[in-house]
């Protein structure tokens, strides 16, 4: 494994979270599934900044990143995600994205997450973020929403995102959160890719346990990548490993979800996954740059 700092490219991590409004102050709550399971360190439970991201990206070896914000929240009931949210607030959310990029011109991809339940409030949403504040892709986290993802309460926003020409990412698998994991099942998004040809779909969070279903959506549907965000690499299932060898080296994106997986931890087990020359700098890097289209 070469030196982080001097390996011969840098890193593109596909999903990093955006620092929290509150800066550095302790988190009031911790998903109680998520503090057993990955049992989050200082970042998570004390809050970062941007300039502390944009550190632990340069001793990764991390050039880049997609920034990866939304208007959606941990509310009680998954089937109010993000509704109650002012308009106020999403103002303030766009506008910290579109400073944190322009304080560090060429380092983030900023990309968009919402509420389909929202309609046409959220297609609004989704073209102000796109227009006024440079957002350049979409996310939904089925989960919260409490719908899956080829309910008719998506398509308006898959509509606009291929009217905008902007890729979107979707969780699948069972999430983190204590949150329905029926909702994730990838095979949902096998009727969104018959749909919508020209829109390019991003799995999100590796899909476990459907990791087979994982597979030959990712054979079959030319528009469909994953990124293994939230999984350390060294617990990725070989049967990706092998797709990316063999029939599908642009199909993996390389991402920590820092802060929830440290992002030196997570470039170390990157550069040792059992891949080839080609496979594995498609994985770190190029296959994030070809279908995020960094500014």
């Not at 227009?131 to 996310?139: I, K, M, V």
């Not at 018959?194 to 994982?214: D, K, S």
Request: net charge positive; aromatic share 10%; with cysteine.
């Amino acid at each position: 494994m070469p030196d982080l700092k001097s390996a011969s490219y840098k890193l593109v991590d596909a999903f990093l979270q955006v620092p929290p409004l509150a800066g550095k102050k302790p988190v009031q709550q911790i998903d109680a599934n998520i503090d057993k399971w990955f049992k989050p360190g200082e970042q998570v439970r004390q809050g970062f900044t941007v300039d502390d991201l944009v550190r632990d990206m340069d001793a990764a070896g991390v050039e880049r990143g997609v920034m990866t914000s939304g208007v959606m929240r941990l509310l009680p009931s998954p089937y109010s995600v993000g509704q109650g949210i002012s308009n106020e607030t999403y103002e303030k959310i766009c506008t910290r994205v579109a400073q944190m990029r322009q304080k560090y011109p060429g380092r983030f991809h900023a990309c968009f997450g919402l509420d389909p339940t929202g309609m046409m409030r959220a297609v609004r949403w989704l073209v102000r973020a796109v227009n006024e504040f440079g957002f350049r892709s979409a996310w939904i986290m089925p989960s919260l929403v409490g719908l899956p993802p080829n309910h008719a309460c998506y398509y308006p926003i898959y509509a606009k995102c291929v009217e905008l020409g902007i890729p979107i990412k979707i969780n699948v698998g069972v999430p983190g959160p204590l949150r329905p994991a029926s909702m994730q099942h990838p095979m949902a998004l096998d009727e969104v890719l018959l749909a919508f040809p020209e829109l390019t779909v991003v799995g999100c969070h590796l899909g476990h346990p459907w990791i087979g279903e994982i597979v030959a959506l990712l054979q079959k549907h030319r528009n469909f990548y994953l990124i293994t965000s939230a999984w350390a690499p060294k617990y990725i299932p070989a049967e990706l490993w092998n797709l990316a060898n063999k029939r599908g080296p642009d199909r993996l994106m390389w991402a920590s979800d820092h802060p929830l997986i440290p992002l030196e931890r997570c470039a170390r087990e990157g550069w040792e996954a059992p891949l080839n020359d080609t496979a594995r700098r498609g994985y770190l890097r190029e296959n994030v740059l070809k279908v995020f289209k960094f500014d």
